[in-house]
Structure formats: C-alpha cells, structure tokens
C-alpha cells in the first residue's frame, strides 16, 4: 500500500530521529529495557506493537527464504556454542573495534569513528594500527583523547558448569551465522541435499560494543536473519549475482522501502576480509547517513574449512555429477532484524498537514504493520453497536490480528490507528444495524467505503495478499 498521489506530506529529515524513536516508546513498539533502573547502553524491549512488526518481518523472511524455495532448510542453532568454534572462525583472536582513552572524562572512543584519523585493520590477527591520527578533542567532553589504540574483543563471554574453578569460558554468539557450519554436516547426512543448496536461521546475537546512540541499528543484543547458500566454486559469480537481486528485491518489493533510501556499497580493499572474494552490502539512508542494512558476500570456503581444522571433522560434499568431494563455496546473506524495523519505521513516518493540524501516520505496508484492522463501534456506551461491533472482532481476529478501539471520538480514534500503521478501520454505526454494513476507511488516503459485513473477511486477506 502507498501513499496517494497529489497529497503534500511533510518528511521532516532533521529531527526524523527523535520523532521516531519517540513514537516507538509512547505508542508500544520499543522500549528501553530495564528503565525502571536507570537502562542499560544499547539494549531495548520490544513491547505488544514492536513484537508484531518485529515477527512479520522474520515471518515474511522465512516465508520468501525457506517455504517458498525447495533448496532451503531451516534451523534454529543455540546461543551457546562450544568455545573452539569462535577460535575457528577467528572471532576470539580478531573480532575487534579500536578504543581510544579520554583522558579527561575515562570514556573509550571508537577510534575508526574520529574525524580525520586513519586506521587500519590486519585481517587475519584482528589489530589494529594507527596510520594517521586525527582530532585529539573528545567528541563527548571536549577533553584530550590519548593517542594509543585499545584491542577491544566484541565478544561478550559467561561461563558453563556449577563448580568454581572447573567451569569452561564460554562466549555468546558475535553472530549468528556460526550454528550454520556447525550443522552443515547434520543437514548433508539427514536430507541429501543436491548442490546448490542453502541453510537458514534467524538467531540471537550479542556484541559487546560501543552503541553511539543509534537507537536498533546498533545494540549489544540483537537478532540476525542469515542465509548460507553453498554451491560448486565455478559458480560463485552465477549465484553471487543472483543472490543480490533476490536480497534487494525483497527490501524494496516484500518490505516495500523506498529505492531512494537504498544503494550498494562494495568494500573495499583494505575493508575485505582476507578470505572473501568479494563483498556488497545494501545500505539504508539513516538520519545520519547511509549505513548497512544487509551484508551480500562471497565467502569462498574458509569458513567449513577452518571448523573442519578445529573439529578434525571432514566437511566437504560428494558431488554426483563428478563423483569427486570438495569444500563448497559459499554465498552469504546476512541481515539484522532490528535494523529492518528501524528502516521500516523511518521510511513509514510520514506527516500530513490537514484542517486539525498535522496528521502522523506509518504507511506500512499491510503485511508489516502490527495490527490489520482495527474496529470501532461508533459509540461506546450503545450496547446494541457494541454488540455488532464484537461480533465482527471476534469474527475477524480468529484469522486476523485485530485491534479493538472504542475510546475517545471516532475522529481521535482514527488518528491513534494511523499513527501505529493500522491500515484499515472498521467503524459499526447505526447503518449497519439497517443494512448490515460498515465503513472501511483507509489509512494512506483516508478514503472510505462501505461493506456488507459478512464480506470483510474475505475483503481484508484479498487485500493482504
């Protein structure tokens, strides 16, 4: 569903942010977790609105990622990993951000983050080294920055076991994408898969990082669709090219952002990982710019290859057409949730002047938006309307996600549903108790019409399609 053409909408980019992030704590989408006592840095909850945007987004993943392919299989992989796994993937010795001290205020600053000052990165040791420094001046007091680099490992680290001095240091997952390799083996052994084929999981991660106020974009806690396609190492770049069509298209047709919001970003040389052969990431325009959205890489084979090291366990694939075994390439597609239902929110703001004022709506798409329809009897206090009214909700919401609304005028009503991305109202008047029907108003345009009640159902999962 889009906006109607010739309406003036105000898209007021300089303070997006703040509006935002406010209406997603005062309408119920997202809220500062723990606040009660005082927070904690970079890590929210998702309240009743938040958690059903959140799950129609990974439902509509799931859905386009593995129901509708045949070559596909889903998991679902713990948090908790055994430890050799992440000195496989190089995450205990090189999955690390540059920290700069304060001497004034004792913060830490990421150092690739300062004006001016240039860094870099050895890939396969994970230190980094400055090449030039920039601006000493504290971005948060003012004070001076000491001009030495802090190794800072992102991986947050527990323990297993009950016995003091005999528990094993573990780590939470840094991303979730590591359960994949792991299970690669099992996949091969219980379906027999015929390359290409892909394994999929939305899981967990934790990073144990600087969040510079970014509100979902960057948390320390935060979930990751992922998707490892494995295929023959001739077809890397058939399948490559392939793969970023589908990730692009499903942002722009399935989530249904503005291409104007969206660009690829190659990395470049001193930025690409040592093993990849090549790496795009589709980039959303954020308040403060353009910033990865999703990760489209060219892994080669290095990451089956170095948990088959660690494990001892063979992790190649017999292939049928040249009964010879390899290590299969992969392609990678990694995207995080939460940073979709950021750019889902921003891209939906919209405000619209009208005679009362400014009207505030999310123009959602009808698949994303929290609740489909929301009913209202025209007055609360008539029973006869009431009782017509929680008939059609009950009716309704045995397959639809409804929301039931009889506070205030229909006017304040109308603006409380528009302002959370409810795409239709359903309003049960003294006409239907003639006629039997009732006023279906549209969110965008705010057009309405009106229809038999035993219609609706059918109406509202055509429209849904």
Known sequence: MTCQAG?????????????????????????????????????????????ELAKN??????QDMVYQRDDIYGIDGSIIMHPKSWEASGHVAGFTDP???????????????????????ENKTGQWKIVKPGSLK??????????KVRQFNLLMETSLGVLEGEKMKI????????????????????????????????????????????FLFKTREFEQYDLEYFIRPKDSAKYYKEWKKIRWDWYVKR????????????????????????????????????????????????????????????????????????????????????????????????????KNGIRVFLSLDPRLSPYKIAIFPLLANKPELVKKARSAYKNLSADLVVAWDDIG?????YRRQDEIGTPWCVTVDYQTLKDDTVTIRERDTMKQKRLKVDKLKDYFQNRLK
Request: include cysteine.
């Open 7 to 51: 309406i003036s909408y105000i898209k007021p980019m300089a303070n997006l942010m703040e509006k935002v992030v406010s209406l997603a704590k005062r309408r119920g989408f997202v809220f500062p977790s723990s606040e009660i006592y005082g927070g904690v840095a970079g890590v929210y909850d998702y309240g009743p609105l938040g958690v």
């Open 57 to 62: 987004i990974k439902d509509l993943w799931w």
């Open 99 to 121: 920290l700069v001290d304060c001497k004034k205020c004792k913060k830490r600053i990421r150092a690739d983050k300062l004006e001016d000052w240039e860094l870099k990165k």
């Open 138 to 147: 504290c971005p948060e007091c003012g004070g001076e920055l000491i001009p």
């Open 171 to 214: 780590y939470l997952k840094g991303e979730s994408c590591q359960n994949i390799y792991l299970d690669y083996i099992h996949i091969i052994d219980s379906f027999s898969p015929k390359i290409p084929f892909g394994i999929a999981q939305i899981g967990k991660a934790f990073r144990n990082e600087m969040t510079h106020g970014k």
């Open 255 to 354: 989530i249904g952002l503005n291409k104007k919001n969206l660009h690829w970003r190659q990395h470049g040389e001193d930025e690409l990982i040592f093993y990849a052969k090549d790496a795009w990431d589709i980039e959303y325009k954020y308040p403060w710019g353009f910033d990865e959205l999703e990760g489209v890489h060219d892994r080669n084979n290095y990451d089956l290859i170095q948990q088959g090291k660690f494990s001892g366990k063979k992790l190649d694939y017999q292939d049928e057409e040249t009964n010879k075994r390899f290590v299969p390439h992969i392609i990678e597609c990694s995207g995080g949730v939460g940073r979709t239902f950021f750019a889902s929110l921003l891209d939906a703001y919209h405000e619209e002047k009208d």
């Open 409 to 413: 005028n229909i006017g304040k009503r």
